[in-house]
């Protein structure tokens, strides 16, 4: 079983950024991917990004369309943790943001559900003013 621990989130105003971390502990991290999910109040949860592993030669990165060209992710293997760098924030992005494990392998759009990823963090919230 992994644990996870969010941090980095806060209040921003619109147009700024946050990095929010992951810290992983208890599984080899380097073996599976690792997502980023959001929900705001009274919607359902919903996929944010991925990396894949980090065995493969080239860790590949995948979005949603929401926030593709403002979001980054990346992963620091040897610290065992994983990036959110959130740019251009918007009042939309409010809400409580949780890193996952997801499955050894996934491509494209098949690493968006929810359902792919076993163990998550307790989220942390960012609140973008307006």
């Known amino acids: 079983q992994v644990q996870l621990v969010e941090s980095g989130g806060g209040l921003v105003q619109a147009g700024g950024s946050l990095r929010l971390s992951c810290a992983a502990s208890?599984?080899?991290?380097?073996?599976?991917?690792m997502g980023w999910f959001r929900q705001a109040p009274g919607k359902e949860r919903e996929f944010v990004g991925t990396?894949?592993?980090?065995?493969?030669?080239?860790?590949?990165?995948y979005y949603a369309d929401s926030v593709k060209g403002r979001f980054t992710i990346s992963r620091d293997n040897a610290k065992n943790t994983v990036f959110l760098q959130m740019n251009s924030l918007k009042p939309e992005d409010t809400a409580v943001y949780y890193c996952?494990?997801?499955?050894?392998?996934?491509?494209?759009?098949?690493?968006?559900?929810?359902?792919?990823?076993?163990?998550w963090g307790q989220g942390t919230q960012v609140t973008v003013s307006s």
């Open positions: 996952a494990t997801g499955p050894s392998y996934c491509s494209g759009s098949g690493c968006y559900a929810s359902t792919g990823y076993d163990s």
């Open positions: 208890g599984r080899t991290f380097g073996t599976y991917t």
């Open positions: 990396i894949t592993r980090a065995s493969w030669s080239v860790p590949r990165t």
